[in-house]
């Protein structure tokens, strides 16, 4: 049997897991990393992307976070995060919609257009959608949507 330790996901609204797991690879802002039980003490910022857990059954569960930090410690690891969704709980038709306006604004090319903050909402919205279809087909991801984005 595999070592375990408690995983706590938070976001500014909510807990959003809380459990024993494996361990979990999580998008860090250089790159994904992975956490395994006795894994040292660390402080990392996260990125845009998913966050894969293997719980204390042996299933994969994945959430779409979008930012935040990691620590490690002896008792157990925290994310706490800008924001996150379970995959399961992702509105796919909500997060098709966000990616549309976020096109929208990007390819409007209007001066008051806030290009980095659409890009940012852009990349959110895809994040969703490839956790959510893969969440849901078992696959790695939406055809054609680059790895990471």
């Not at 500014?12 to 024993?20: H, L, S, V």
């Not at 996260?46 to 042996?58: A, H, R, S």
């Not at 157990?76 to 924001?83: R, S």
């Amino acid at each position: 049997m595999p070592p375990r330790y408690r995983l706590t996901v938070i976001s500014p609204d909510r807990a959003i897991y809380q459990g024993r797991v494996e361990g979990l690879v999580a998008p860090g802002v250089e790159g994904y990393f992975g956490v395994l039980a006795h894994h040292a003490p660390m402080v990392a910022e996260l990125g845009v992307g998913e966050l894969d857990v293997v719980t204390q059954q042996g299933q994969r569960t994945a959430f779409a976070l979008a930012g935040g930090v990691l620590e490690v410690t002896r008792d157990g690891v925290t994310v706490l995060a800008d924001a996150a969704e379970a995959a399961e709980g992702i509105d796919v038709t909500r997060a098709r919609a966000a990616q549309a306006r976020a096109e929208g604004r990007l390819h409007s090319r209007a001066s008051d257009t806030d290009v980095v903050r659409a890009q940012a909402a852009l990349q959110r919205a895809l994040n969703r959608l490839r956790v959510a279809h893969k969440s849901r087909t078992g696959g790695t991801g939406l055809p054609g949507a680059p790895k990471g984005s």
